[in-house]
């Protein structure tokens, strides 16, 4: 009886924590505030991102717009901004991973120094961890939610999974 209330004990402790966590992570993250960068990078994904990104370089928050274009159909925004250079690219492999690969090269390259990266919620803590292992300098993130609630459990179950790939299976850039 004692072992048993012991053992029910331990496990609502187990899911109180991982909730916890799983709020900590995917749903209530850092939220950075904008500010002056050398460039604006946008990670693929749902819609809101490239609106954000294009309004950010708009306001001039930046010289550079980068685009992550996993895929021949994501659109790519008009070098329409006033002062501002548009750059879609094609990262390798097509994740989260590629395009801090991307943004580590492209900022050796450029001189960038400091970055805002313009994400999903869901993939905040990831895109932290995975651009810390190729990108030095300062990165701001900022967060767009998923436009529909009922994603939420399939996005936090994803990454979940993703973020214990990064962790275990894949510790470098």
């Known amino acids: 009886m004692r072992r048993r209330r012991l053992l029910r004990s331990a496990a609502g ?3 109180v924590a991982f909730i916890l966590t799983t709020a900590k992570l995917f749903v209530f993250p850092k939220r950075d505030v904008p500010a002056p960068v ?30 992550s274009q996993p895929n021949p ?14 750059i879609c690219f094609h990262p ?9 690969r991307w943004v580590g090269a492209a900022a050796a390259a450029r001189g ?7 994400t999903s919620t869901t993939q905040d803590s990831r895109a932290r961890l995975r651009l810390g292992r ?3 300098g300062h990165v701001r993130i900022i967060p767009v939610d ?10 936090i179950t994803y990454e979940w999974a993703a973020m ?3 962790l275990v299976l894949q510790r470098g850039c």
Not at 112 to 118: A, D, F, L, Y
Request: net charge negative.
């Open 38 to 67: 050398d460039a604006i990078v946008m990670f693929a994904g749902g819609p809101g991102r490239l609106e954000l990104a294009v309004s950010l370089a708009r306001y001039g928050y930046a010289p550079v717009l980068a685009v």
């Open 164 to 166: 214990v790939k990064a």
């Open 73 to 86: 159909d994501s659109i790519c925004p008009p070098d329409t901004i006033p002062a501002v250079e548009v």
């Open 92 to 100: 390798q492999p097509l994740t989260t991973q590629g395009e801090s």
């Open 134 to 136: 190729c990108y030095d």
């Open 13 to 15: 402790l187990l899911a």
């Open 112 to 118: 960038w120094r400091s970055i805002i990266v313009i």
């Open 146 to 155: 998923p436009p529909n609630r009922a994603t939420w459990a399939y996005m």
